[in-house]
């Protein structure tokens, strides 16, 4: 079946950087988008970015630019997303999703769509001196 | 960009209908873009629940939907259920291929 499956916990000192996997299988991996979305404790989502695994191109949200980088290795179908010079604000878990996209015709108006429908089950990280 | 802006709390007996409202600016909501939105129990990955502002996934039950009006998203449950406690999030595409989600609204089963 199609699933996204993420690597472990991390522990991460105030400073240092984490890189998040996401292994994808039961679909083409590069047919898709990747995002990234987080979660803090007791707090909303928060979209971070998304990654085309076939091109490698990127968009990042605003907050996040300059500090996290998403890459991929499509002989492996895996996503990966680097976020450096952490805060004890990072401290959340890291989603990745396959991201669906595409335009829709409604009485001669294009309308866009994006959604993502396979999440994996999140990776916890940790910033703490 | 900025979150959606969402209740952050509704609440409803079972059999009930409830809706919650997503409301954005003409650069997302309220542009030529259609709006998801996401159920997410406590501990758990988020799940998709209605995409392309009103189509259900398949295995998503058709008390769920979802509408547009202006730069407000809604998404509508009907003959609530105990499982139907949980936290509900709006997300839109945004201008610059960026998406945005709301904040939040967590859904209480009376």
């Known amino acids: 079946q199609v699933q996204l499956v993420q690597s472990g916990a991390e522990v991460k000192k105030p400073g240092a950087s984490v890189k998040v996997s996401c292994e994808a299988s039961?679909?083409?991996?590069?047919?898709?988008?990747i995002n990234w979305v987080r979660q803090a404790p007791g707090q909303g989502l928060e979209w971070m970015g998304w990654?085309?695994?076939?091109?490698?191109?990127?968009g990042y949200a605003q907050k996040f630019q300059g500090r996290v980088t998403m890459t991929r290795n499509t002989s492996i179908s895996t996503a990966y997303m680097e976020l450096s010079s952490l805060e004890s604000e990072d401290t959340a878990v890291y989603y990745c999703?396959?991201?669906?996209?595409?335009?829709?015709?409604?009485?001669?108006?294009?309308?866009?769509?994006?959604?993502?429908?396979?999440w994996g089950r999140g990776t916890t990280v940790t910033v703490s001196s | 960009q900025s979150d959606l802006t969402q209740p952050a709390s509704v609440s409803g007996s079972p059999g009930q209908s409830i809706t919650i409202s997503c409301t954005g600016t003409?650069?997302?909501?309220?542009?030529?873009?259609?709006v998801s939105w996401y159920q997410q129990y406590p501990g758990k990955a988020p799940k998709l629940m209605i995409y392309?502002?009103?189509k259900r996934p398949s295995g998503v039950s058709d008390r769920f939907s979802g509408s547009k009006s202006g730069n407000t998203a809604s998404l509508t449950i009907s003959g609530l259920q105990a499982e139907d406690e949980a936290d509900y999030y709006c997300?839109?595409?945004?201008?610059?291929?960026?998406?945005?989600f709301g904040g939040g609204t967590k859904l209480t089963v009376l």
């Open positions: 039961g679909y083409t991996f590069t047919s898709y988008d």
């Open positions: 003409s650069s997302d909501v309220g542009s030529y873009k259609f």
């Open positions: 392309e502002g009103s």
């Open positions: 999703a396959r991201g669906r996209k595409g335009t829709m015709i409604v009485v001669v108006i294009p309308y866009y769509y994006y959604y993502m429908d396979v």
């Open positions: 990654m085309n695994p076939n091109s490698g191109n990127t």
């Open positions: 997300c839109s595409y945004a201008d610059s291929s960026t998406s945005v």
